[in-house]
């Protein structure tokens, strides 16, 4: 998956959740106002998905969930694995979408 951005604790995006972050590069809309112009783009540097598994592994005892941004995780076509991935740690899973592949949500 290409993972543009990690931040390793939040308590802000995953509502009544201590979680991590992760955003995907890359996105079908560029909207004016969005604050993740490098990762909409798919300019940001990538973080490599196995260190982020191994950090969120770790830390599964003390997060509850990770929230999946971007950027548009749907365009990620490993999506699917990198999700079930994290809930095989039993952490909970929120996906942050501009709504363009509803589909791509029942695979989920």
């Given at each position: ?6 931040q ?9 959740r201590i ?7 890359g ?10 112009k490098n ?6 540097e990538?973080f490599?998905?196995e260190?982020?598994?191994s ?5 599964k ?13 749907l365009?990620?076509?490993d ?8 809930k095989?740690?039993?952490l ?17």
């Amino acid at each position: 998956m290409n993972i543009g951005g990690f931040q390793k604790t939040s308590l802000l995006d995953y509502p009544d959740r201590i979680s991590a972050i992760v955003w995907t590069s890359g996105c079908n809309f560029r909207c004016p106002f969005c604050y993740n112009k490098n990762l909409a783009l798919g300019t940001a540097e990538l973080f490599p998905e196995e260190e982020i598994l191994s950090f969120l592994s770790k830390r599964k005892t003390l997060l509850e969930g990770v929230v999946i941004s971007g950027g548009e995780p749907l365009l990620q076509e490993d999506l699917v694995d990198f999700v079930r991935k994290v809930k095989d740690m039993r952490l909970l899973v929120k996906i942050d979408t501009n709504g363009m592949f509803p589909e791509r949500l029942n695979e989920l």
